[in-house]
């Protein structure tokens, strides 16, 4: 269903990454048909979280979902640093 430099919706929070459901990620790489490496970028281009995930936690990109900007309510990631 998914392949490396898809766009991806996170269907649920990981507020321990500082993602909200319909978060905006890229499938960087592929594990199996139901596991994947995605990358959540902010708009400095500095990435959020790249973590693995399951088909469960994502959907396909649309071409009718509307982008969103919202401010990180917590930031976990290295590139805070």
């Known amino acids: 269903m998914f ?3 898809d766009l991806v919706v ?3 929070a990981l507020p321990e990454y500082g993602l909200c459901e319909g978060d905006l990620g ?3 790489l592929v594990y ?3 596991h994947f490496e995605v990358e959540f970028v902010r708009a400095s ?3 959020q979280a790249l973590i693995e995930l399951s088909s469960t ?3 396909p990109a649309e071409p009718s979902d509307m982008l ?3 401010p990180l ?3 976990k990631s290295r590139a805070d640093i």
């Open 3 to 5: 392949k490396e430099l």
């Open 10 to 12: 996170l269907t649920r």
């Open 26 to 28: 890229t499938i960087v």
């Open 32 to 34: 199996d048909e139901s």
């Open 45 to 47: 281009g500095h990435t």
């Open 57 to 59: 936690d994502l959907r």
């Open 68 to 70: 969103a900007v919202r």
């Open 73 to 75: 309510t917590a930031l």
